[in-house]
């Protein structure tokens, strides 16, 4: 069975930090780029950050730079999202998903991802 499944992500306080993980069943990621978005309730979907099938090149949102960081192990199909600083407002569903073309990390539109997770909860509370 092709899928994607995440898994990390849960409760934590302001300031906290989590790693999420992306992992491949059915299927290599190694050809793809990866990407993970973000939606909170009632808002749309977006754009956290994007790594290169390779690892060797990665992407971000502004509001994640410096405090959030992408890596894969392509050894273990698995992609990571490790969070630091986390804030109320980084609360929302986490999705990962694979994506055709390197080039289009960089505009970070959902519909560019062609194969998506089922997504995990984080939720930044005291």
């Known amino acids: 069975q092709v899928q994607l499944v995440e898994s990390g992500g849960g409760l934590v306080q302001p300031g906290g930090s989590l790693r999420l993980s992306c992992a491949a069943s059915?299927?290599?990621?190694?050809?793809?780029?990866m990407g993970w978005f973000r939606q909170a309730p009632g808002k749309e979907r977006e754009a956290v950050s994007c790594i290169s099938s390779s690892g060797s090149r990665t992407y971000y949102a502004d509001s994640m730079k410096g405090r959030f960081t992408i890596s894969r192990d392509n050894a273990k199909n698995t992609v990571y999202l490790q969070m630091n600083s986390l804030k109320p407002e980084d609360a929302a569903v986490y999705y990962c998903?694979?994506?055709?073309?390197?080039?289009?990390?960089?505009?970070?539109?959902?519909?560019?991802?062609?194969?998506w997770g089922q997504g995990t909860q984080v939720t930044v509370s005291s």
């Open positions: 998903a694979t994506v055709p073309a390197e080039s289009l990390c960089t505009v970070g539109r959902p519909y560019d991802y062609d194969f």
């Open positions: 059915g299927f290599t990621l190694d050809y793809y780029a």
